[in-house]
């Protein structure tokens, strides 16, 4: 099962980005897709989550700013952020969870310039 993860870049402050995670099967498969950042020198944290039954959940950092979505024909989830701010600057991952394993997908650099 592979993850590809992608739609990062820089960006001003305020500005929106949307980031990609294409599976390599259906997303329907596993029981949540979430993404999460890693910001350097700091722990890795979960932005937002959707499960299968499409419920979602959010950091509250990131609440009525970012939004996950998904395209089951696709295979893949969205992260849409907007009003980025500087804090916002961290490598992005998505990861699939089963009731076997999670699956890491590599991630993608975001950079919000203030």
């Known amino acids: 099962v592979q993850l590809q993860a992608s739609g990062g870049g820089l960006v001003q402050a305020g500005g929106s980005l949307r980031l990609s995670c294409a599976a390599s099967?259906?997303?329907?498969?596993?029981?949540?897709v979430g993404w999460y950042r890693q910001a350097p020198g700091m722990e890795r944290e979960l932005v937002a989550g959707?499960?299968?039954?499409?419920?979602?959940n959010y950091a509250d950092s990131v609440k009525g700013r970012f939004t996950i979505s998904r395209d089951n024909v696709k295979r893949t989830v969205y992260l849409q952020m907007n009003s980025l701010r500087p804090d916002g600057t961290a490598v992005y991952h998505c990861?699939?969870?089963?009731?076997?394993?999670?699956?890491w997908g590599q991630g993608t650099e975001v950079t919000v310039s203030s």
């Open positions: 099967r259906s997303i329907l498969s596993f029981n949540t």
């Open positions: 959707i499960t299968r039954n499409g419920s979602t």
């Open positions: 990861k699939g969870i089963t009731i076997i394993k999670d699956y």
